[in-house]
């Protein structure tokens, strides 16, 4: 069995570092907001380069929380793509805002930026929620200045790019989740940075949204028992916070082994010639990829499907992100999108398959993997 994610081969290389990691937080006596909290929320701040981090429960608390933090209500617009987890679209609906979605680019998975200047044009929009999908990062400058264009705010979705890089053209290297007004993570354990259980964080350079976030985190009490808020019971635990810690610090090298899972996967790609578009890993200067997940992309939904049983058949699990675009789900209807209206997010559902991604995957599990696939064409 080939697996999608691993995480038993990651465990058994920091076993021991894990174990004593929360043998220290229960011996201590302090498991919810102490001190590993407090570090992780300072070490996470410093390595994506802002301010502030407040750790909560998931990264679909984290949404919900910074965009109530960024002071989105009902009635206001928020933009994102449909090409996405459920979550991102699932937090500013549920607070009663009117989502706008726009299409995604075919070469990046991301949001288109051409498309959402067109939406910044005609319509009023409160905040604006790229995500840098799959790993890939979102071009920041340009982000940037449609943000200064049009003064929108812009809350990043970094649930799977913790690590990810842009080169600006003045020289300067960026982090996902450093341009926007505020910035989310997911530590759900197969994130690149994951713990054994659910988390999240809001990160920002500004103290008015790092402080709100905190309160609201707290069933909205700036002081035990006094609510100035209804708020939410959203805490990312010590147990959590104390393994993400030592995680933490193994990331730069488990990146690395993401970036050379992806390389060899090109290599063998380019090798067999097929009829089919993969991620390339290329040369410039910073991470504008962490490959949280290696999605090729097939001619057609009938051959991805092809290709998909035969690999299950040959214990070889692969997963489709998204099979069905937000725009198009039940819970949604109300918005009045149909199918068609975002015809990228639309084709890449049917034609996409992600395929095994992890630091330990080994050479001759790749091989295995895209000859596999060599057998379907």
């Not at 500004?206 to 019971?233: M, Q, T």
């Not at 990829?289 to 092809?306: A, G």
């Not at 015809?343 to 091989?367: G, H, N, Q, T």
Request: aromatic content about 10%; glycine content about 8%; overall charge negative.
């Amino acid at each position: 069995m080939i697996h999608l994610f691993d995480l038993t081969r990651q465990y058994e290389r920091i076993r021991g570092e894990i174990l004593n990691a929360i043998d220290k937080v229960i011996s201590s006596g302090r498991v919810i907001l102490g001190e590993n909290v407090r570090r992780l929320e300072e070490e996470i701040a410093s390595f994506i380069g802002v301010k502030h981090g407040v750790g909560v429960a998931s990264g679909s608390d984290a949404l919900l929380i910074a965009l109530r933090a960024m002071g989105v209500e009902k009635g206001d617009t928020v933009v994102t793509t449909p090409y996405t987890f459920f979550a991102t679209a699932s937090a500013p609906y549920r607070l009663g805002a009117r989502v706008i979605f726009v299409d995604v680019d075919e070469n990046t998975f991301n949001i288109d930026l051409n498309q959402l200047e067109h939406v910044l044009k005609k319509e009023k929009v409160k905040v604006v929620i790229p995500v840098h999908l799959f790993g890939r990062t979102v071009d920041l400058e340009a982000l940037s200045f449609l943000r200064e264009k049009y003064g929108v705010m812009i809350l990043e979705d970094c649930a799977q790019s913790m690590g990810s890089e842009w080169k600006f053209s003045s020289g300067e290297i960026r982090k996902s989740g450093s341009v926007g007004d505020a910035a989310i993570f997911s530590f759900f354990p197969t994130k690149n940075l994951g713990t054994y259980g659910d988390g999240g964080m809001i990160v920002t350079n500004s103290d008015e949204i790092a402080e709100e976030s905190r309160i609201l985190r707290v069933h909205g009490a700036r002081k035990k028992y006094f609510h100035e808020e209804v708020g939410y019971n959203s805490r990312l635990d010590e147990i959590h916070a104390a393994i993400l810690r030592v995680k933490l610090r193994y990331l730069e090298r488990w990146t690395e082994e993401r970036i050379r899972v992806a390389r060899t996967y090109q290599e063998l790609f380019e090798e067999k010639k097929l009829p089919m578009v993969f991620p390339r890993v290329e040369e410039k200067g910073f991470r504008y990829h962490v490959f949280h997940q290696y999605v090729v992309i097939f001619e057609s939904e009938e051959v991805r499907e092809r290709v998909r049983e035969g690999l299950k058949e040959r214990g070889i699990q692969t997963a489709v992100y998204y099979p069905l675009p937000l725009h198009l789900q039940k819970c949604f209807k109300d918005l009045g999108y149909r199918e068609g209206d975002f015809p990228v997010a639309e084709s890449l559902s049917k034609r996409s398959l992600a395929l095994p991604m992890f630091p330990e995957l080994r050479d001759d599990e790749i091989k295995e993997v895209v000859d596999t696939i060599a057998l379907f064409f």
